[in-house]
């Protein structure tokens, strides 16, 4: 019993101490400028702090960088892919039926995600073999080089939805409040842009798209709602609500065109991939960065 006690003591200081280490390393000083942060350094730096590791990556440390991809990677999914297009598309279809909860958010949501994973599956594998394969395999030992190769597919599809959308606007509106002179948008680069501009421009971006598309796609149910309602007006019914009429005409619309395969294709192949903005670069020379 005495024996456990020991260790248990003994265990609690090393935690202590290795938490010391930690918060000591060249790191933590590193967070203060979030452009430059890159978690691959921040782990490795801690490896080679820990007494015992010999500059390699733990068991301990493995478990908690996959813990903490695990808690970033709904932001990640939200912010950086099609997802926010398409719920919220999908959310003002709802609304544009008048089913009120209909079908349940949970629908739209998994309905959304999987979507998002059938238009993303290209952009994740190369981020896969492209960056993470090369580093877990040993190959390319270098971290730096390995966060570079990883977030590179990523950047270049969130740079092809604003080439094809041409909402440079919200890029420009970022890069003039860190600091960047925008004057002459020819001379600017891709590299001229990093993630914390890049991010938060796609996103402006995507929920100008959504709510696009969400308005042509309310326009024919709002027709409904009109003709019904001059209809009923003209009847001298004006104590019946229109929604009651109105809805099984629009669901029967909705059926018969097949709306919701409709939707879905129509969101899909909204999404360009970087391989098809590409090869229109010639077109639309001079658009952006």
Known sequence: MSRRRGNSGFGGRG????????????????????????????????????PGM???????????????????????????????????????LRQA????????SQVIVGLSLFITFVVMTPTMARMYEEGI???????????????DQTKQPLRDFMFSQLEATGNWSGVYMMLNYRGVDTS??????????DMLTLIPAYVLSELKVAFLIGF????????????????????GMLMLPPVLIS???KLLLFVLVDGWQLVAG????????????????????GGGP
């Open 15 to 50: 935690i202590i101490a290795a938490t010391g280490m930690l918060l000591a390393t060249p790191c933590v000083a590193a967070v203060s400028s979030p452009s430059q942060l890159n978690p691959i350094e921040v782990l490795q730096d801690a490896a080679d702090a820990v």
């Open 54 to 92: 010999d500059g390699e990556l733990s068991t301990t440390l493995n478990i908690l960088v996959l813990l903490t991809v695990l808690s970033l990677a709904p932001s990640i999914l939200i912010l950086c892919t099609c997802f926010t297009r398409i719920v919220i598309v999908l959310g003002l």
């Open 97 to 104: 039926l008048g089913t009120q909860s209909l079908p349940p």
């Open 133 to 147: 394969k090369p580093y877990v395999d040993g190959q390319d030992a270098n971290y730096a080089v390995a966060w």
């Open 184 to 193: 002459d948008p020819g001379a600017l680069n891709r590299s001229d842009v």
């Open 216 to 235: 042509r796609i309310y326009l024919p149910f709002l027709v409904i709602d009109l003709i019904i309602a001059s209809m009923l007006v003209s009847m």
């Open 247 to 249: 809805l099984p005409f």
């Open 266 to 285: 129509s969101l899909i192949t909204s999404v360009m991939q970087p391989e098809a903005v590409q090869s229109l670069a010639g077109a639309v020379a």
